[in-house]
Every structure is written in structure tokens, then in C-alpha cells.
């Protein structure tokens, strides 16, 4: 499910303003008829806002990708607070929507996208990759310390667990905080987060992992899906 919530003026045909609450992620964005792909920035149509479509080298097709074309032009809603920053030489996972303007069909990145930066969120990347292929089911996310900080802080060495009964898997977070789980069986599994001298925070696991685990921490694996979960954890000591 996916809501765009827009406030403010249009200004000089800018929309000023554009906000986002989705409850989508990369993996259940992959179905569909996004076009996603890996691409390089090589124009990023102009600083702050933009002022025009970034051009991209098309290095790898994940979904519905173009496949006549490398090197493509772009739409990021420049000139608008939705506007889409491509970095050039930086690398992205990018979804886009088609559409047709004065017969032409072109590409753009819709507000809401679940456009990323590659780096620093590499294994999410080979997970869609391996789900766009068709591989067995993975589960990737981030567990993080929830407290009155509003900053969240990553937890090292906390361990996730999916059970379904007849199939049990288990992954520890690395010193990003980041775990990774490949290679599942589809069925129901309920999930436990645990790390010593802290306690799984249901509100924030089932409310904020865009919807996948519900209140009692099941959720369902697909055959050859991914699915993200970000996970909290509060210290036991919390007022």
C-alpha cells in the first residue's frame, strides 16, 4: 500500500511541500509494473531542485528493464520538493514508471520511489537481485537500539530468528547493524529479535517494518521473494 500525502502551494508550476508515508519497500516494490534496474548517474540534471532529467548508464535490468537503450534520459521531478537526486558516479537501484508525453514514451521517478544509493546498502541490493531472478526467499533489514535519542543506533551482534516450526533460521547483525538471512523455505514464520541486556519493541517491529510482520510477529516468505524488516530493540532498563 502506498499514500502520497502533498501539502503547500504550487508556486511558478513548482509543487512545494511533497511529503511521503508508505508502507511499500524495495522488495514488495519489485511487482508490478515498475521498471527497476541498476544504473550509474552520469548527469544529475542540476543541484538543489534540478533543473532538468539526469541521464543514466543502464549497467544491469532487474524488472521490466530497457533493454535497447544503455544509456537513458530520466525524469526526477526536477524543479519540485519530490525531486529525485541522482549523484553522478554513483551507482543506484532505480525504480521508475513509464509514461507517454506528446508520444514519446519516457521514464520517470515517481514521488514515493523506492530509488536507493547502492552503497552502504549492498546486500539489500543482491537480494533484489537474486528475488528478480527468481532465487530461493531472503530476508535482509537493519535491528537498531529505539530510545528517547532520536538518533537510532545500530546493534551489533544482535541475533534474528525465523521460525516456521519446521524450518528454523538464524542470522546475527554485523557492526552495521545490518543481518541478513538467505536461502529460506516460503511458509509463516514468526520472527524474534534478541541481544543481550535489551528486549524486542513490538509497537516499532510490527508497525514500522512496512507492514510485513504482524502483531504477533508472524509474517509469510514467498517462493523466490525478499522481504525487508527493520527491527528495534529497547534497553531493559527503560524508564
Known amino acids: 500500500m502506498r499514500m502520497l500525502l502533498v501539502a503547500g502551494l504550487v508556486l511558478g508550476g513548482r509543487m512545494l511541500g511533497?511529503?511521503?508515508?508508505t508502507m511499500a519497500t524495495p522488495c514488495s516494490a519489485l511487482k508490478g509494473d515498475s521498471v527497476v534496474f541498476i544504473g550509474r548517474a552520469l548527469a544529475n540534471g542540476g543541484e538543489g531542485?534540478?533543473?532538468?532529467?539526469?541521464?543514466?548508464?543502464v549497467e544491469e535490468g532487474l524488472v521490466n528493464a530497457p533493454t535497447e537503450q544503455r544509456e537513458?534520459?530520466?525524469?526526477?521531478?526536477?524543479?519540485?520538493?519530490?525531486?529525485?537526486?541522482?549523484?553522478v558516479g554513483e551507482r543506484?537501484?532505480?525504480?521508475?514508471?513509464?509514461?507517454e508525453i506528446s508520444g514519446r514514451q519516457?521514464?520517470?521517478?515517481?514521488?514515493?520511489?523506492?530509488?536507493?544509493?547502492?552503497?552502504?546498502?549492498?546486500?539489500?541490493t543482491d537480494a533484489l537481485r537474486n528475488a528478480a531472478r527468481g532465487g530461493l526467499a531472503r530476508v535482509v533489514g537493519l535491528v537498531l537500539q529505539i530510545g528517547k535519542d532520536p538518533r537510532l543506533t545500530a546493534m551489533a551482534g544482535a541475533q534474528v530468528v525465523i521460525d516456521s516450526g519446521s524450518n528454523r533460521y538464524v542470522?546475527?547483525?554485523?557492526?552495521?547493524?545490518?543481518?541478513?538471512?538467505?536461502?529460506?523455505?516460503?511458509?509463516?514464520?514468526q520472527l524474534e529479535v534478541?541481544?543481550?541486556?535489551?528486549?524486542?519493541?513490538?509497537?516499532?517491529?510490527?508497525?514500522?517494518?512496512?507492514?510485513?510482520?504482524?502483531?504477533?510477529?508472524?509474517?509469510?516468505v514467498q517462493d523466490g521473494a525478499c522481504a525487508v524488516l527493520n527491527l528495534g530493540l529497547w534497553l531493559v532498563e527503560r524508564e
Open 72 to 87: 537513458i534520459e530520466i525524469d526526477t521531478a526536477a524543479g519540485s520538493s519530490c525531486y529525485t537526486k541522482l549523484t
Open 171 to 189: 542470522a546475527i547483525a554485523d557492526s552495521k547493524g545490518s543481518y541478513e538471512i538467505r536461502g529460506i523455505a516460503a511458509g509463516r514464520y
Open 194 to 220: 534478541t541481544r543481550s541486556g535489551y528486549e524486542s519493541e513490538p509497537l516499532y517491529n510490527g508497525d514500522t517494518s512496512n507492514g510485513v510482520l504482524d502483531r504477533q510477529g508472524y509474517f509469510t
Open 18 to 21: 511533497c511529503s511521503c508515508s
Open 106 to 124: 519516457e521514464l520517470w521517478i515517481a514521488p514515493c520511489s523506492e530509488t536507493f544509493l547502492i552503497r552502504g546498502r549492498e546486500t539489500l
Open 92 to 99: 543506484y537501484v532505480i525504480f521508475a514508471q513509464k509514461r
Open 49 to 57: 531542485s534540478g533543473n532538468g532529467p539526469s541521464r543514466v548508464l
